[in-house]
């Protein structure tokens, strides 16, 4: 079963390929995130194809897709309420964004997500962690849902950081760049297939895969890809690196790497980690882990959950790449 | 009555600010200066004689009333005064004497003047301003420090006696002292031994000329480690043997080089290009070994005589590269 399935994520992979040219590597980590059942965030610059990449996501996965746009004026009720006059000059709740599709919500895209206010953040938290909202004097579940939400790294006025709670509860933090290949540059603009987004992402072919099931297969997942008693080590190794860099003899140029680290890298986030490489592990064939596979998410799932004191806060778009790069190179495997 | 008792200080009030306004622009008129300054005097050492280039010293003294300061904004700014005179110096005392204040001003001029006969010249005057500050307001004196005359002369006379020779015009240079050069040599020695020393320093330890250190040989190390565990239980010895090899790896690279890295790794290190296949089997055992849990298998594929192989095939390698 799940080798069918692994022929059905390269059949999801390869769809939303279709829409995205040059991205293989962010498709790569969002089909993991899939199948690790995690939210995600992409960063970038605007215009790169963040939206037109989540668009194909929710088409190539099936079931409902909603979208809402973060504003300075957003209030969490926004999200669960649509308030209105009705026809007859009445006002009308009924049920908002968030719960439209109810249960069958499966891709839930928050767009310019640090636009919105904390109490926004607030109930998205739920959202996350608990996959439920309250709404209407019950209780509202989510089984499929994933969470995606976007930030544009550029501007920085009007906008509201996102609780360090809030960055833990994403798997990845994905930064999304404009392609580098001058072929592929050429091709996005002046190909007319990539002009028209609807036309692009409609040729994405629907439902590949079955969202209702994937909840199981992660599980099954999970339960199928094996850890070695080493590789286990070189984790809980690679996670000291990160968290004291100086004591495992990471040494960068111009910061002291002793009183670079103020926290994080929480036990959920090494978890997640841990998720994801197992994922990756199943869509490279294997049915074990082996350190690549821990490297090759490890930026994406651990970045964002480092924090730096608070003068080197400003540089962390660089100083943690780094860091992450530097413990690759440091902590041995095996 | 509630309404004519404020009506009296406001009256009062009113009388002294007209008293204020009249009485304001009396406290800053100089009108009084003359009877404020009591005498303007300057006096010369030698006011006559002067030549081109000498240095004149002259003193100004004024006698004011002892509440009286001079306004140093207004003394004359050392600089050009006209075209044959400047002003080199201006020193300035204060001090009070027998009911009065007296200021005394030290000027040092420098004349420019090539005088042909000898004649006398002015030296202009300047004025100054002397301020008495007081909690009604300032007072001030204006004085005007008088013009006075400077005798100046030739250096030669006009039309000297004929010579033969132009330079018989000119005095004799003067003579120099011998100078020794001994301690100059010997602080140059003395300096550029210290520099010599500073550069082997700096050379230490920046690894230059001598002090470069020779790339190690990890393989060749790791060889050595590996031959010298003998009677280990087996799969102890292969697991040893894998991560001898690994370490070599990683040393010579400088980081940890994964199984996926092993074309980096060669496009880095072209010296080792001809193990490549040796080393793709390795990397394909060691995974199995150590994270495939599969120690036995790996063992089986890739025996370890096939990594002492390996490892004596790199060590060569890398003595040649």
């Known amino acids: 079963m799940l080798t069918d399935w692994r022929a059905a994520a390269a059949r999801f992979e390869a769809e939303v390929a279709k829409a995205v040219v040059g991205q293989e590597r962010a498709i790569r980590l969002v089909t993991i995130a899939v199948f690790a059942r995690g939210h995600v965030m992409l960063e970038g610059d605007v215009g790169v194809g963040k939206t037109t990449l989540l668009r194909a996501v929710a088409r190539a996965l099936g079931g409902a897709y909603e979208r809402v746009e973060g504003t300075v004026d957003m209030m969490p009720t926004d999200l669960i309420y649509n308030t209105y006059l009705g026809p007859d000059g009445r006002p009308r709740v009924d049920p908002g964004p968030v719960l439209a599709r109810a249960e069958d919500l499966s891709v839930f895209f928050f767009n310019e997500i640090n636009r919105a206010r904390p109490q926004v953040h607030a109930l998205l938290l739920r959202l996350m962690a608990e996959r439920s909202v309250q709404a209407f004097g019950r209780t509202y579940t989510f089984p499929n849902l994933q969470v995606f939400a976007d930030r544009n790294r550029v501007e920085r006025e009007e906008t509201f950081e996102l609780p360090a709670a809030a960055r833990d509860r994403f798997l990845m933090e994905i930064g999304l760049e404009a392609p580098r290949d001058a072929a592929v540059r050429r091709s996005l603009v002046f190909d007319p297939r990539f002009h028209d987004t609807d036309a692009l992402v409609g040729a994405v072919a629907g439902g590949v895969l079955d969202h209702a099931r994937i909840g199981g297969i992660a599980a099954a997942i999970q339960h199928a890809v094996r850890a070695e008693p080493s590789i286990e080590a070189y984790v809980v190794a690679l996670w000291d690196a990160l968290v004291r860099p100086a004591e495992a003899g990471i040494r960068l140029p111009g910061l002291d790497t002793a009183t670079l680290v103020q926290g994080g890298a929480s036990p959920r986030g090494v978890a997640f980690l841990v998720r994801a490489a197992r994922v990756r592990a199943w869509l490279e064939g294997r049915d074990w882990l082996v350190p690549e596979d821990v490297r090759a998410v490890f930026t994406e799932v651990m970045a964002h959950r480092v924090f730096l004191e608070p003068v080197h806060e400003l540089q962390r778009g660089a100083i943690v790449p780094a860091l992450c790069r530097a413990a690759f190179e440091t902590v041995p495997a095996p | ?321």
Request: glycine share 10%; charged share 20%; net charge positive.
């Open chain 2, 1 to 321: 009555m509630g309404a004519r008792v404020p009506a009296l200080p406001l009256a009062g009030l009113l009388a002294g600010l007209l008293a204020g306004v009249l009485a304001a622009p009396l406290a800053l008129t100089p009108g009084t200066a003359a009877a404020q300054v009591r005498s303007v005097e300057v006096r010369s050492p030698r006011p006559f004689g002067i030549f081109l280039g000498d240095l004149v010293e002259a003193q100004v003294e004024i006698l004011a009333d002892p509440d009286f300061r001079l306004q140093r904004a207004t003394l004359p700014q050392p600089g050009p005064v006209t075209y044959w005179l400047d002003l080199r110096a201006v020193a300035v005392d204060e001090a009070p004497v027998a009911g009065a204040r007296r200021v005394r001003l030290r000027l040092t001029y420098q004349s420019f003047y090539a005088a042909l006969d000898a004649r006398t010249l002015e030296v202009p005057g300047f004025p100054l301003t002397l301020a008495s500050e007081a909690a009604t307001g300032l007072t001030t004196a204006a004085v005007q420090v008088p013009v006075w005359s400077l005798g100046v002369s030739p250096l030669r006379e006009v039309q000297p006696q004929r010579r033969e020779d132009p330079a018989e015009y000119l005095r004799p240079d003067g003579s120099g002292g011998r100078i020794d050069p001994g301690p100059d040599v010997a602080a140059a020695a003395g300096l550029g031994a210290l520099a010599g020393l500073a550069a082997l320093a700096l050379a230490h330890d920046r690894a230059w000329g001598p002090f470069r250190q020779r790339p190690g040989r990890p393989f060749a190390a790791a060889l050595r480690a590996l031959r010298r565990q003998t009677g280990a239980e087996p799969d102890q010895a292969y697991r040893a043997a894998l991560l001898a090899l690994h370490r070599g790896l990683d040393e010579t690279d400088g980081r940890r080089v994964l199984a996926d890295d092993l074309g980096a790794f060669l496009a880095r290190h072209g010296a080792f290009r001809g193990q490549a296949a040796g080393l793709a089997r390795f990397f394909e055992a060691s995974r199995l070994a150590f994270f495939g849990g599969r120690l036995p298998a790996a063992r089986a594929a890739w025996p370890l005589s096939e990594a002492e192989a390996l490892l004596a095939r790199l060590a060569a390698a890398e003595r040649s590269a």
